[in-house]
Every structure is written in C-alpha cells, then in structure tokens.
C-alpha cells in the first residue's frame, strides 16, 4: 500500500485559492494503477469525502466539491494534486489523501473505511 506526503495547505481569506498535493513516498511501487482520493476533516467532525481520480477515467467530486475544486495527476511524479478555488471558512479543515482502489474510484469510495492515513495538510479559510 503507497504512503503519501500531503502539503500545501495554509491561511487563506474567503474566495481565494491553494493548490494542495498528495506525493507518494513508497519508493519503487507502482503509481499509475491506484485510484486515489482526497478526504477533509473539519474540526470536530469526521472525515468526509472530496475528490477520486484514477487513470483513465473522468473524476469524480462530492458535492460541496464540485464546481471550485479541480483534481488531476502527475504519475511521473507520483503526485496527485486538489485545486481549490472559491474558498469558503466551512472549507477549513485538514485534508487527506489516500489509496481507494486499483483501476477505478470504487461506488462506495466515500463510505469505505481506510487504513492508511498521513499526516494531512491543514486549510485555514478566514479573514
């Protein structure tokens, strides 16, 4: 299973932008095959789906998502980023990456449990 390093995060006022990235740190696995999602945890609440991308298919967002942020990947990198846009204070929170399957974001993407977390990047939106 790929570890990853996420960064990025920082202070920003309402309607600004960040750029976050998820890089993994797992040295010599495969990339390219992993469906990998970004998660947000809110202080006091527990984590909640953002974004999944996987090779070869269109993402897919939530629905506070879509719309302001925008995921991609670099597999020669073996880095997926989260642009956010449009951001708002409910925004705040701390962000995570992780693998959720092989080929494809499975159905249930946002309701599987997950074991491996980092240590995330943390969003401040205010101002």
């Known amino acids: 299973q790929l570890q990853f390093a996420e960064s990025g995060g920082g202070l920003v006022q309402p309607g600004g932008s960040l750029t976050l990235s998820c890089t993994s740190t797992t040295v010599g696995a495969l990339f390219d095959v992993y469906a990998i999602a970004w998660f947000s945890q809110a202080p006091g609440k527990g984590r909640e789906g953002v974004s999944c991308i996987a090779g070869g298919h269109d993402p897919i967002y939530t629905e506070t998502a879509k719309g302001r942020f925008t995921v991609s990947r670099d597999d020669d990198k073996h880095t997926v980023f989260l642009q956010l846009t449009r951001l708002q204070t409910d925004d705040t929170a701390t962000y995570y990456c992780?693998?959720?399957?092989?080929?494809?974001?499975?159905?249930?993407?946002?309701?599987?449990?997950?074991?491996?977390w980092g240590q995330g990047t943390q969003v401040t939106v205010s101002g």
């Open positions: 992780t693998v959720v399957g092989r080929y494809d974001c499975p159905r249930d993407v946002w309701t599987r449990a997950y074991d491996d």
